[in-house]
Structure formats: structure tokens, C-alpha cells
């Protein structure tokens, strides 16, 4: 996958006016469905919203999700800048989490101040190996990264129930689930921090991944456009032939940027294995590698961009819920149609109204000078 060629139009057209447009489309077709089923779209909107952001226990679980999301988005546009479409973060997770969970298992008896970094470590190592593979096909044998990708997340998904049924799971235990991890070995929750500066606030599963995935997204922003390697990151997604004559290996840039792709996907594990579940469990990734695709495009591969995104698509999951509890006509499937919506025009068809938008610009650019 290539990058398209930069348009002539001003720069926060394509950033900022082309996705919001998509996203009210999106939304306007959500509401034209939800009124012909007899409810009203703006009662659903007001539900959506306040299930979402309206009370604090309401905001922590949308943060939750909304970490989540930033470390696919993130992994997904690392992986875009270098022209390669990254569909393997689902499996890439799940073997972060696997990474996480063997270190909680054995180093229980550790400090927490020791474990944690042994734990993101792993996380990202894991994540990181298994990317590497798909990377070295692409690389070296000419494999599509696309087709490589998706087969390792079924193979990932294999290999995750044979070690929950066969090696991990607690003797005597018919639940796929392993051992609880010491508690020494938790991520703290938000509201435990908060409580510390004496703030009391609901319990949710938001917890210290948070940061964790805003220093990614500082760190990614510093590594993509700050850093010798993510200049070469970026030649090689816009010319790979050119760059080539500028002394840059497009085999080796691919396998760096994969793992660096891999590697922020594991952190998904930390936030679901060290932060909420506390054990290793089937399904844990929910789906949150594909959802950053969506995230990745609508934030047009930038970490203030994705974060947004990310936070989009972390209320339309916290809210969905509230809105199909408030309004029983609107059932949890709907809500997934209006996520399906999102993604499909702010990804699939996402270029439909780019170009018209773009080019009213460049005429009134034209026209003005």
C-alpha cells in the first residue's frame, strides 16, 4: 500500500474537514435508520452521550476502551507511513498478552516497580516477533503482507487455545482461563491513583495503560517524523524505487517498521492481561486490532489524530451499551451498524467526497489569486 500524492487543497482539509464530513454522514444515515424503526435520533444521541461521557464511571470505561484503541490506531499507522497495511494486530495482541501473562505467572514474587517493565518488555518483544514473520515474507519472499497478516491471526487465535486448554490452565479448572496473578502484579486503576491525591471517583477498568498510551503516542510521533529511521520509514512508503537510490534498504525498513508495528499492538496484553483481567483468558483482544484500522485511517496515521479517533470509536462502544439499555428498540446489533457506518465511510469510503472537497478548495484557491 502506497500513500496517495499530496493534493494541493490546504492541509486541514484533508485532516480535519474530509473525515469530519465522512463522520456526519455516517451519523446522519445512523439517524435516518434509527427514525425509521420509530425512535428518535436525537433522544438516541443524548443516550449515546451521556452513556459515554455523562457520569464518571461512564468516562472511565470509555478511556478504557479508548487505550485499547489507541494502540492498534497506532500500530495500524506506524505500518501505513511505510506503505504497508498492517491487518495482523488482532494477533499480534493476543501474543503480547501472552508475553505479559508468562511473566506475571513466574515473577509474582517480584516488586511491582520490577515486574512492570519486565511485562511491557515482553509484551512488546512478543507482539513484536510475531510481526516479524509476516514482515520477513513480505521482505525477502514477496508474500502480501495483507494475506500474511490475516493468516497469522488465525494461527495466533490457534495457538492461544491450545496453550489455555493444554499448558495454562489452572489444574482442576474447566474454564480456559489460567491462575490468578499475584496482586503485586497489577496495574494499578485509575481511580486507586486518584484516590492517592484524594479524589474519589466510580470504579472502572481504566487504569495506568492510559499513559502508557499517550507516552506511545508521543514516542511514535518522535520516531515517525523526528528520527533518521522514520525518515526512511516514510521514503520507503512513498518511493520505495527512490528510496533504493538514496542508500535506504527497503527489505530491512519493512521488517523495522513491522516490529515497531507489532510491538505497540502488545500493548494491548498489558492493558487486558497486567491491568483488568488479571489472568490469561481466551478472546481477551475483542476485536480491537481490526477497530484500529478504522482509527488509524480516521486519524489519518497521526497520534493526535488516532488518539481522537480512538476516542471516537471508545464512546460509540461505552455509549452503544447505554443507548440499548435506554432504548430497548435499538438493540446491540444496531449499535454495531453504526460502528460498521463509521468505519465504512471513514475507511472504505473515505476517497467518495475527497476529491469534489479537495477540488471546490484548489478552485477557490485558484480564484482568489
Known sequence: MTETAPSQAPRWVNLALVPAVNLLIAFLISGLIIALIGEDPFKALKFLLIGAFGYPEATGFTLYYTTNFIFTGLAVAVAFHCGLFNIGGEGQAYLGGLGVGLI????????????????????????????????????????????????????????????????????????????????????????????????????SPLNFSFFLALICSLCVWVFIWQTRWGYEIRTVGQNPTAAVYAGISPARTIMLTMCVSGALAGFVGVNEIMGVQHRLMLDFTGGYGFVGIAVALMGRNHPIGVFLAALLFGALYQGGTELSFEMPNITRHMVVVIQGLVILFSGALEHMLRPRIESFFVRRTVAVE
Open 104 to 203: 506475571c505467572l513466574n515473577l509474582g514474587g517480584w516488586p511491582f516497580l520490577l515486574v512492570l517493565p519486565v511485562s511491557i518488555a515482553a509484551a512488546m518483544a512478543f507482539g513484536a516477533g510475531w510481526a516479524l514473520i509476516p514482515a520477513y515474507l513480505q521482505a525477502k519472499r514477496g508474500s502480501h503482507i495483507v494475506i500474511t497478516t490475516i493468516m497469522f491471526n488465525f494461527i495466533a487465535s490457534a495457538l492461544m487455545t491450545y496453550l489455555m486448554v493444554e499448558v495454562l490452565i489452572k489444574p482442576g479448572q474447566q474454564s480456559p482461563e489460567s491462575r490468578e496473578f499475584e496482586a503485586n502484579t497489577w496495574l494499578p486503576f485509575m481511580h486507586e491513583m486518584l484516590q492517592w491525591i484524594g479524589i474519589e471517583v466510580s470504579c
